[in-house]
């Protein structure tokens, strides 16, 4: 069987569980092992693609068509995997199955109950996922924090696998070492509580992950050791970075993955110390780059960053890429309609539109592709983003003024964006859209060819409106070029404009399958033009940290 490495959060929330998660699975990967990383969720929606951006922020398909946890996200970039529907394990889909198999009459006769069948169904898909990728160790990290009611039954099952396979499993738990002004020390107290909650519940922690904002000396880490039971050495500073991509070095410098390996006795591979090389050169171009350029999101959701992870993190990968820092200017598409494009954009070197849904925002993204086609800047659209550059063409460029997408306005004449009848007549929400990947056939010489370097590509999916087939004869006769056609299916997926430095837009989601180590083409070529607009804009693009201060003091 697989090893299996089992990662909590304590105290608080938001601590970083799932880069701790991939940063080790990184630094195991690095040695030679065979690493994979699967996250449990407590809640008890079936997956997330039912949520709000805004509670739960940005859902990440994978390949075969999964709506998963953003972390998922982090896995892939890490490891440099593709993860599968079986990599996020929800609540709701272990009750949802004992729920089917029960009315079946699977369990005819007994009483249904958490322990043992939730957990036995839990551990299943615990061990199960382990065979099926025939994993080294498998990562498992458990959603919320513990003491929460919602997790116990997953805490419960892993408590259960570590009694069943000793020498298999080890607990990580990552916690909160906070600095206290007043005292003017760091307080070990709330790392003490929460470990001693997992206790309480038959889970001894074997290593404790602390995060903090100072350094903690060898004093502190002493005391926390001798209080949680854990050798010293098993107690790991976290201490803040400026970028998550610092993480994994300073796990491994604190000796996260020798503790891991010692504990679990993995057999070396010949790979130690682990090699991090091209790691450490990416980090250092997005810490210290040469060259920068701004670049404006419009979105729906701007203030709840967790909604554009992935699109953030393909824009740290393209800028790396290109050895700039791409600084983001997060607009409210309302605030493009209330002030108009020029005053809100007219100082940026690209504009991206990103994913969304409902007709909130539409008219000032409209606003913002009209301002980039007009007047030069660099311009991505992505699945939104591209039905709002279509409407926006078929409205100023081929003068159908009412040109909408029927998400928006149903009664619209020409409907550009429209649904296709496979989706006219799906009534259920969850899990309904055109999800995952997709083989698409590129144009031979168009930009989106030139960037990617190949005839046909595959990228994933999340959305349920089509450009509408019936109007693509008079869009391309007005100069719109559908650069890319879905293999096998008379689907449009990436339109683009040929008298522009830089004007395109996908209906697929490529910034989920952006990676540091390979960053995503579209993204790259992206972020050159807008460093050539800077450079046209303002003479140069040559780093300057001041202007990162101001940027990073008008986010504030
Ligand atoms: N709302 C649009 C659709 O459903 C776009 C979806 C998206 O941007 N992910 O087609």
New binding site residues.
């Given amino acids: 069987m697989s090893k299996i490495v089992v990662v909590t959060g304590g105290v608080v929330s938001s601590l970083g569980k799932g880069i701790a998660a991939a940063s080790l699975g990184l630094l195991l990967k690095s040695r030679g092992f065979r690493v994979t990383i699967q996250k449990l969720d407590p809640y008890l929606n079936i997956d997330p693609g039912t949520m709000s951006p805004f509670q739960h922020g940005e859902v990440f398909v994978t390949d075969d068509g999964a709506e998963t946890d953003l972390d998922l996200g982090h896995y892939e970039r890490f490891t440099n995997a593709s993860l599968t529907r079986s990599h996020n394990v929800t609540a709701g889909q272990v009750y949802d199955s004992i729920l089917s198999r029960e009315r079946r009459g699977d369990y005819l006769g007994r009483t249904v109950q958490v322990i043992p069948h939730v957990t036995d169904e839990i551990k299943k898909r615990i061990l199960g996922l382990g065979l099926a990728t025939e994993a080294d160790v498998l990562i498992v990290e458990i959603g919320g924090t513990v003491g929460d009611i919602e997790s116990l039954p997953f805490l419960e099952a892993v408590r259960q696998l570590k009694l069943e396979h000793r020498r298999e499993v080890v607990f990580v738990h990552v916690t909160l070492v906070p600095f206290i002004k007043a005292a003017g020390e760091v307080k070990t107290k709330p790392t003490q509580h929460s470990v001693k909650e997992l206790r309480e519940i038959g889970i001894q922690a074997d290593i404790l992950l602390c995060r903090s904002e100072v350094a903690l000396d060898s004093e502190v880490r002493e005391k926390i050791a001798l209080f949680c039971n854990v050798p010293t050495e098993a107690v790991i500073a976290a201490t803040d970075v400026k970028s998550i991509y610092e993480v994994p070095l300073v796990f491994h410098e604190g000796g996260l993955d020798d503790l891991v390996v010692e504990m679990l006795g993995l057999p070396d591979k010949g790979v130690m110390p682990p090699d991090l090389s091209a790691w450490q050169s990416f980090e250092a171009r997005v810490t210290r780059p040469r060259r920068q350029c701004e670049i404006a999101i419009v979105g729906k959701y701007t203030h709840v960053r967790d909604a554009y992870k992935s699109v953030i993190e393909a824009l740290v990968h393209a800028g790396s890429a290109n050895d700039a820092r791409v600084h983001l200017r997060w607009v409210e598409s309302s605030e493009v309609e209330a002030r108009g494009a020029a005053a809100v954009l007219g100082d940026v070197d690209g504009i991206l539109v ?5 007709e909130r925002g539409i008219e000032g993204k409209v606003a913002a592709v009209r301002h980039a086609r007009e007047t030069g800047v660099p311009f991505f659209g ?4 591209m ?1 709002v550059a279509t409407i926006e063409f078929a409205r100023s460029v081929v003068g159908w003024a009412d040109a909408n ?1 029927s ?1 928006f306005d149903p009664q619209s004449e020409h409907k550009v ?1 429209d649904l296709l009848a496979d989706q006219a007549n799906v009534t259920d929400k969850g899990g309904t ?1 055109r999800l995952g990947a997709y083989r698409c056939a590129l144009r031979a010489g168009s930009l989106a060819a030139r960037a990617y370097g190949r005839p046909e590509i595959e990228e994933r999916h ?5 450009l509408n087939n019936k109007y693509a004869q008079q869009l391309t006769s007005r100069g719109l070029v559908l650069s890319g056609k879905c293999v096998g299916r008379e689907l449009i997926e990436i339109v683009e404009l040929p008298d522009h430095p830089w004007f395109l837009a996908v209906q697929f ?1 490529p910034e989920l399958k952006s990676r540091p180590q390979d960053p995503h083409p579209l993204f790259r070529d992206f972020v050159r033009a807008a460093l050539e607009r800077r450079v046209a804009r303002v003479g140069d693009d040559n780093y300057d940290s001041a202007v990162e201060r101001v940027v990073e003091k008008a986010e504030a």
């Fill in positions: 990103p994913g969304g849904f409902g992505l699945c939104l983003g039905q997408s998400e964006i859209m999340r959305h349920r409106y089509e989601h």
